[in-house]
């Protein structure tokens, strides 16, 4: 069963077509690498599986989800409850700390208070093998681009989307912490039978997908 499915997208800014019939078909706990170069159209195509964007025309689903149905706030618990997201932008609100950060979708959704201790034990427990046990209790503006990016990782997986979706995880982050990332991204999709997408120009990292996917002028290929 596909636990992703993109059939014939296309998406325009103006007069500028950026993905151009775009099909893609992810099984579900697959992991997956999608490679080109910048504005091939790689990080559109991921914010329209995460209902971020909408499209011009085509369809896009993630499990039963038809993602390009969903009102605002269907979208909104779409991506606190069914995928986790790592974008290069990292999104965390400033007045809360990284812990706060990293349970709000948890308390959106109405975790029990005893869910919600079981939660920040799993996020001590992730943040100590990212170094970032720290940076807990910080915001993030007291926090370096690649602690907050640790940070929002954690934030992506703590809740064991069944799908995650990444663009450019390792970006902010030194050769050492770029290996722990990918080992964990890898180590937890493979345990979970997560379906992982990762848009990336890390060729070290890309290396160890088995499925890797170019795109170029807006089209997929393999």
């Keep these: 069963m596909f636990a992703i499915q993109v059939k014939n997208l296309q998406k325009s800014f103006g007069q500028t077509s950026v993905l151009k019939g775009v099909n893609l078909f992810v099984s579900g706990g697959e992991q997956c690498v999608i490679q080109g170069a910048s504005g091939s159209g790689k990080s559109t195509l991921l914010h329209i599986i995460a209902g971020?964007?909408?499209?011009?025309?085509?369809?896009?689903?993630?499990?039963?989800?038809?993602?390009?149905?969903?009102?605002?706030?269907?979208?909104?618990?779409?991506?606190?409850?069914?995928?986790?997201?790592?974008?290069?932008?990292?999104?965390?609100?400033?007045?809360?700390?990284?812990?706060?950060?990293?349970?709000?979708?948890?308390?959106?959704?109405?975790?029990?208070?005893?869910?919600?201790?079981?939660?920040?034990?799993?996020?001590?427990?992730?943040?100590?093998?990212?170094?970032?046990?720290?940076?807990?209790?910080?915001?993030?503006?007291?926090?370096?681009?690649?602690?907050?990016?640790?940070?929002?990782?954690?934030?992506?997986?703590?809740?064991?989307?069944?799908?995650?979706?990444?663009?450019?995880?390792?970006?902010?982050?030194d050769s050492a912490n770029s290996e722990k990332v990918t080992s964990l991204l890898l180590d937890t999709a493979r345990e979970q039978a997560t379906t992982l997408v990762v848009v990336t120009h890390n060729e070290k990292m890309a290396g160890k997908f088995s499925r890797q996917i170019l795109m170029a002028d807006g089209v997929l290929s393999e």
């Design 52 to 173: 971020l964007e909408t499209a011009s025309s085509g369809q896009v689903s993630v499990g039963s989800v038809q993602v390009n149905q969903l009102s605002d706030d269907e979208r909104a618990q779409y991506r606190n409850l069914v995928i986790g997201l790592i974008f290069q932008f990292h999104y965390l609100l400033p007045s809360l700390t990284s812990m706060n950060n990293i349970l709000l979708p948890a308390k959106i959704a109405s975790f029990s208070r005893a869910e919600l201790n079981k939660l920040r034990e799993r996020v001590c427990e992730i943040a100590r093998h990212l170094g970032v046990e720290h940076c807990l209790e910080k915001h993030s503006y007291e926090m370096s681009g690649g602690e907050q990016q640790r940070v929002n990782l954690i934030r992506a997986i703590s809740l064991r989307p069944k799908v995650l979706l990444c663009d450019e995880p390792t970006g902010n982050l």
